[in-house]
């Protein structure tokens, strides 16, 4: 007998890193730099890593360079 198990979860996945023509400022820590464009999108997943299908747009994101933290920009 075969048993069928599947873990269905969601993941945000982001990708490309792009400089941003101008500095921002991060609001957590304050840093004054150039963040790194990047896109990403959130899709259903499959034993937490493959993704299956996407359940949004992409989006715009620009990340700290220092923290790490991610900002999602209006569009
Ligand atoms: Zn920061």
Known sequence: ????????????????SQPVPNQMKCG????????AKKQGMRFITLFFIIPV?????IKELMQC?????KYQTKS
Do not use: E, N, R, Y
Not at 1 to 13: E, T, V, Y
Not at 28 to 33: H, I, S
């Open 28 to 35: 957590k820590c304050g840093t004054v730099d150039t963040f």
């Open 53 to 57: 299908l996407p359940i949004s747009g």
């Open 1 to 16: 007998m075969i048993a069928f198990f599947f873990i269905i979860g969601s993941h945000f996945f982001s990708w490309g």
């Open 65 to 69: 360079p220092v923290c790490g933290t």
